[in-house]
Structure formats: structure tokens, C-alpha cells
Nanobody, 126 residues
Framework: QVQLVESGGGLVQAGGSLRLSCAASGRTFSLYVMGWFRQAPGKEREFVAGISPSGAVRDYADSVKGRFTISRDNAKNTVYLQMNSLKPETTADYYC???????????????????WGQGTQVTVSS
């Protein structure tokens, strides 16, 4: 059974940093693009960052470029999201997910991903 467990969220002041982790099991995740998404209250779930199976290619939403870094450790089946210079609008529940297929292309559309975890909450105070 595929499982994804996100952790690392919390309450932080604006300008601070957090590192999110996503531990995956039940699939050979080293073969899949992994994505981080977020969902703020009352809003749609949106793409934040994606990383290719090898980690060589990364893609980011424009709103987080230069502040967030996605990485992965395939030996640990874990994907990370380092978030720096946090802003209040960053507040959301953060989710990771693998792409539905073993394509090497990073997609930003939610429907391209499956097996969502329970998410981890990030709250940034001003």
C-alpha cells in the first residue's frame, strides 16, 4: 500500500525558515517525479515544486522561486522542501505526491499526481 507522510510544518514568523519532509513507502519512488503542493483555506491545491526521479531537474512555482528548494534522497525514499524567507501568504497545508506515471517530465497540474498524504500545516505570522 502506498503511503506518504509529510512532516516538518509549524508556526514561524515571517522571514523564517522551515524544512518539510515527505517519507514515501509502497512504491519505488526513485522512479517517479515527486511534487510538493499546497492548499490555503478556501483555495485550490496548487503546485509548489517538483523534482525529477534522479533529482537533476527541479521546477518551481514563480511565487517560490529563489526562496524554496526541493530535494530528494532516494535511498531514504524521502523528499524535502526547504522554505526560506517565508511570507504570511505561504500559510497553507503542504502535501507531497508522486506523478501518476513514470514519466520524467515534471508537471504542475494536480491531476497528474496521486496518493496524497495527510499534509503538514505551515503557518507564517506577520
Amino acid at each position: 500500500q502506498v503511503q506518504l507522510v509529510e512532516s516538518g510544518g509549524g508556526l514561524v514568523q515571517a522571514g523564517g525558515s522551515l524544512r518539510l519532509s515527505c517519507a514515501a513507502s509502497g512504491r519505488t519512488f526513485s522512479l517517479y517525479v515527486m511534487g510538493w503542493f499546497r492548499q490555503a483555506p478556501g483555495k485550490e491545491r496548487e503546485f509548489v515544486a517538483g523534482i525529477s526521479p534522479s533529482g537533476a531537474v527541479r521546477d518551481y512555482a514563480d511565487s517560490v522561486k529563489g526562496r524554496f528548494t526541493i530535494s530528494r534522497d532516494n535511498a531514504k525514499n524521502t523528499v524535502y522542501l526547504q522554505m526560506n524567507s517565508l511570507k504570511p501568504e505561504t500559510t497553507a497545508d503542504y502535501y507531497c505526491a508522486p506523478r501518476r506515471t513514470r514519466s520524467l517530465v515534471i508537471k504542475s497540474t494536480r491531476d497528474e499526481y496521486d496518493y496524497w498524504g495527510q499534509g503538514t500545516q505551515v503557518t507564517v505570522s506577520s
